[in-house]
């Protein structure tokens, strides 16, 4: 396409096809900044073991107590996959259940299903001392 703009130039040609050009060339540097600073923001947070909502709250006053960083090689490997000859084909599954994750030498598991539902389903005892003092007089009227 840099030729065809440089040929427009230096020769006569129909307004909207000079028009289509410079739209053409405009858009195509817009996107490519656009893509290329997206590009390079993902490839930092790669190469930092961030997830982007960790970025967004380690940016803001929370400051995260788990890092997942294992060193540039090995958070790559975690992102694009164990195979390094198939990093560039999307083939490869990610190694892990998704569950388990190494930090600092040892792996931290999340809690299993059935411990998620225990403590989802468990009611706190009520105190009746903390209860919200009656002020409708439907108490008082029942009396």
Known sequence: MGGTVLGSMEEEMDLAFRFALVFGMTLTMVMGGLLGSFLGFHTWLTCQAL??????????????????????????RAVLGPRVFLWLLPVSPPSGDGLTFFVHGEFKAFPTQDEVHALLSSKPEEDSSAAAPEVTGAKAAAV
């Open 51 to 76: 997830t982007t909502i960790e970025f967004c709250e380690k940016s803001s006053t929370f400051s995260r107590s788990i890092s997942y960083d294992q060193g540039l090689f090995e958070n790559i």
